[in-house]
């Protein structure tokens, strides 16, 4: 007879889907609001995205409980840096915390996959895209979570970035307009919403630009 005893783990992934694209002069930033630990739905309405400064926006799938603990890490680090230097944290620069910040914690990880989206120093939109354990890339558009399987590839073939290892280095932001940014990300969403099971109930858009940060909502599918 083998013997049986109880498996705990420290970790759990409460699914969910992010993605972000970067433009000319723009950056839109995505998620579902769907919460899920195995077959149940926790909640239909949980944010996976924050603003950590004016022109800079983290969206996080993943364990939520690190996810909200890296968040309250970055605030904290972001204030200190606010006192230090009496202005805010450019997206790239939030963006090298955010990596180091993972890489310290890389023998017991933040189990949290995320997207980093803003407007650099130029005003030109940027994502940077992470592992758990703070390797990233400056990329035109990424996704992460559950749902990245099936919308990577779908972003790839609609945009279609230059590889990084071209010279001279293009840059990495998209052809699209705004409104086509926008309309891109909600039809990435809709498709993946038929296929993943963590994906769904309600898309939460977040578009940051030269005016500005603004939000918008769309309705998913609740079952």
Request: neutral net charge; aromatic residues 10%.
């Amino acid at each position: 007879m083998t013997k049986q005893q109880a498996n705990w783990s420290p970790y759990d992934n409460n699914g969910g889907t992010c993605v972000a694209v970067a433009g000319a002069d723009y950056c839109v930033i995505a998620a579902d609001t769907r919460m899920s630990s195995g077959y149940n739905i926790l909640t239909r309405d949980y944010s996976k995205i924050i603003k950590l400064a004016d022109k800079c926006v983290l969206a996080s799938s993943g364990f939520q409980a690190d996810v909200r603990a890296l968040q309250k890490v970055l605030a904290a680090r972001h204030l200190i840096y606010q006192h230090q230097h009496n202005k805010q944290m450019s997206c790239p620069a939030m963006g090298q915390l955010l990596s180091n910040t993972l890489y310290y914690k890389r023998f017991f990880p933040y189990y949290a996959f995320n997207v980093l989206g803003g407007l650099d120093n130029e005003g030109k939109g940027c994502v940077f895209t992470y592992d758990a354990v703070g390797s990233y890339e400056r990329v035109g558009y990424s996704s992460q979570g559950s749902g990245s399987t099936l919308i990577m590839p779908f972003l790839d073939n609609q945009l279609k970035s230059p590889s990084p290892l071209l010279l001279p280095a293009k840059d990495a932001v998209t052809p699209l307009s705004e409104a086509e940014a926008i309309d891109l990300v909600k039809t990435c969403f809709a498709s993946a919403t038929e296929r993943d099971i963590y994906t769904g109930d309600k898309l939460e858009i977040v578009i940051l630009n030269a005016d500005g940060v603004c939000r918008e909502e769309m309705d998913l599918r609740r079952d």
